[in-house]
């Protein structure tokens, strides 16, 4: 099957129980057992429930996986992953992941005793210099948030492999539909399904995708004694939303192209980052490793912090708010939004200035999102 199909059919659809076509909300917390020790193959909505695993089913199936696990939220997901490690271990970061996974890392997951450093992941003489005999994982975002580095994810498996590192890749931009880590042997696929993967705005949600029996037990094992797991309402959301995502993802980036070539143009704007653009750093890799390079643009003005104000102020179409991903187009300023919790000095030696804005181009007419960029940037 192919990409589009299986995002509609995998799992447990039609419904074998029932014949329903949409997949049924089980909400129910436990279930009843036939007999002493035995149930019907689910006994309580914590460890599994049958709305949860199609939508798990389905998420596997699209990252080319083993299993696929669904959380209350993308930060849930990252957490439970994060007590794969323990005590003592140290784990190289990308400098520029999400502001709330820098956040977990350097201020929760330290005082339960790993050891972070971050670094820019596309220089592979940095990572082999950063890793220490205590160094159990390489974590990374490609294209990262909100800056979209692209990194060249061979290169990581490569020194990963000779170093015996576990692999995690937030696939949370590209989505499976553009990227597949797991095709380049990363061993972790992580999501924020509140993203693209549900894409309408109404959802928080996490996914995370194991590629051997050993990370999937480890796996199930944590999400049930954590309690880190989706509702079955939330999971339905999400799956409702991946059926639709190949279309949607199309639409996100064809406008997203004409939206970072409107802004490459205009002489009120610094630079552009897409890497859909060729003048991107990253475009060769992108091109190379990505069939398709998503929906998120980013860009710097090149006045002040108060023409910054006023460009977010007069835009209409655009929302400001944050997240990304869904069908309305949002705005928003990186150093005092969805990044304020990295240190000021942190953020700025990363790239993230206090010039930068982060579009998330949604699926409106794309006329009318460059008309309301020109209304923000020509008024004088
Ligand atoms: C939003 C986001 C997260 C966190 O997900 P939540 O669902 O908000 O908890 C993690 N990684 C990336 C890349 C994100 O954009």
Redo the contacts with the bound molecule.
């Keep these: 099957m192919r990409f589009e199909t299986m995002a509609i059919h995998t799992g447990d659809r039609p419904d074998a129980a029932t014949g329903a076509v949409s997949v049924p909300i089980y909400q129910t917390s436990t279930f009843v057992f036939e007999d002493v020790d035995k149930t019907r193959g689910w006994d309580y909505s914590r460890s599994a429930n049958p709305t949860r695993k199609v939508l798990e089913d389905t998420i596997a199936r699209l990252e080319g996986g083993k299993a696929g696990f669904a959380f209350a939220?993308?930060?849930a997901a990252?957490t439970t992953v994060m007590h794969l490690l323990k005590r003592g271990d140290h784990v190289i970061s990308g400098d520029d992941v999400?502001g709330?996974?820098y956040r977990l890392f350097q201020d929760v997951m330290t005082a339960f005793g790993l050891e972070f450093t971050f670094l820019r992941m596309n220089d592979g003489k940095r990572i082999e210099e950063a890793i220490r005999p205590n160094t159990r994982m390489l974590w990374l975002?490609t294209p990262s948030?909100p800056l979209l580095n692209i990194i060249d994810l061979e290169m990581v498996v490569d020194i990963a492999r000779r170093h015996k590192l576990l692999t995690v890749v937030?696939n949370?931009?590209a989505t499976p539909y553009f990227l597949r880590p797991i095709e380049y042997g990363i061993d972790l696929v992580v999501h924020?399904t509140?993203?693209y993967l549900n894409g309408h705005c109404d959802v928080?949600?996490?996914a995370v995708v194991t590629t051997t029996d050993e990370l999937t037990q480890r796996l199930q094992f944590l999400l049930n004694a954590m309690g880190t797991c989706a509702s079955p309402f939330d999971c339905w959301l999400v799956l409702r939303g991946i059926e639709t995502l190949p279309v949607r993802m199309r639409q996100h980036q064809e406008n997203a192209l004409a939206v970072a070539e409107y802004l490459d143009r205009h002489p009120a704007v610094k630079k552009v980052l897409y890497p859909g653009l060729e003048s991107h750093p990253g475009h060769a890799i992108a091109k190379k490793q990505m069939k398709g390079f998503g929906g998120v643009v980013s860009f710097e003005l090149t006045g002040g912090i108060r023409g910054v104000n006023t460009f977010l102020r007069r835009l209409r179409v655009f929302s400001l708010a944050e997240?990304?991903g869904g069908i309305t187009s949002l705005v928003e300023h990186p150093a005092t939004m969805s990044h304020a919790s990295m240190p000021q000095d942190c953020r700025e030696s990363t790239g993230i200035t206090s010039q930068l804005i982060r579009l998330s181009v949604g699926l409106e007419n794309v006329d009318d999102l460059t008309d309301d960029l020109e209304q923000a940037l020509n008024r004088p």
Excluded: A
């Design positions: 939220t993308g930060m990252e999400y709330g996974t975002e948030n937030d949370t931009f924020s509140t993203k928080v949600g996490g997240s990304l």
